[in-house]
């Protein structure tokens, strides 16, 4: 069965301060690792799409990257404004289903 | 703004009620997803409409039903609504012209409670 967890569920930041979020994913023949912003009551909002290990990608401070089991989102000197629910997807071979994870709750403090 | 367009935004209904979603994708864009998200589930993928056709299920219950018309908005009914229905209700569009499968756009959302 296809996976996707996502770690931690939340994380809490001063302004400023780096650290990674984690998506670990199990599905068949990987075609592509998606990255969404979330607020509150709103859509999630497309960030990045990964394809092969090794691929990084970069948006002003957000960074991911991927592995052949995991993907990272990097976020370099948050700032408040960052504070969301960053969401991570992928979608397996054979399929036009992305299976999303729970989620990260991201608050940075200023 | 994504581009995708839902309404209504809001829903408040009685148990036992039906009640129809509407989604109009991304101007070009074939394919349209229906995902239910709740505090507790997290975003479940429902059902997939490329061009018209359905493509794919997921859990959808069989109270509920969807379609996508020739002008490509698309429609989700909810019917016998339950208490556990209230949940937010996106619709997603994506570019892609194969099918679909690559980044989706999400709407909005509906926010349906069920009292």
């Known amino acids: 069965e296809d996976q996707v967890t996502q770690s931690p569920e939340a994380l809490r930041l001063q302004e400023g301060e780096s650290s990674s979020l984690n998506c670990s994913y199990t599905?068949?023949?990987?075609?592509?690792l998606f990255w969404y912003r979330q607020d509150p009551g709103k859509g999630p909002e497309f960030l990045f799409t990964l394809y092969s290990a090794g691929e990084e990608k970069e948006k002003e401070r957000l960074k991911a990257t991927l592995t052949k089991k995991e993907s990272f989102l990097h976020i370099t000197a948050p700032k408040p404004e960052d504070s969301a629910t960053y969401l991570c997807?992928?979608?397996?071979?054979?399929?036009?289903?992305?299976?999303f994870g729970r989620g990260t709750s991201l608050i940075v403090h200023p | 703004d994504s581009g995708v367009t839902q309404t209504p935004k809001h829903l408040i209904t009685a148990t036992g009620q039906r009640v129809t979603l509407r989604c109009s994708p991304r101007?070009?864009?074939?394919?349209v997803y229906w995902y239910q998200q709740s505090l507790d589930q997290g975003l479940q993928f429902l059902i997939h409409y490329y061009n018209g056709e359905e493509r794919a299920k997921g859990n959808i219950l069989e109270r509920f039903s969807a379609q996508q018309f020739p002008d490509l908005h698309s429609e989700l009914n909810l019917s016998s609504l339950e208490l556990g229905d209230s949940a937010l209700y996106f619709c997603?569009?994506?570019?892609?012209?194969?099918?679909?499968?690559?980044?989706?756009?999400f709407g909005e959302g509906s926010r349906l409670t069920v009292l």
């Open positions: 997603a569009s994506s570019p892609r012209t194969s099918g679909g499968g690559g980044e989706l756009f």
């Open positions: 101007s070009g864009d074939l394919s």
């Open positions: 997807a992928a979608r397996p071979g054979g399929s036009y289903i992305p299976t």
């Open positions: 599905v068949s023949g990987l075609r592509g």
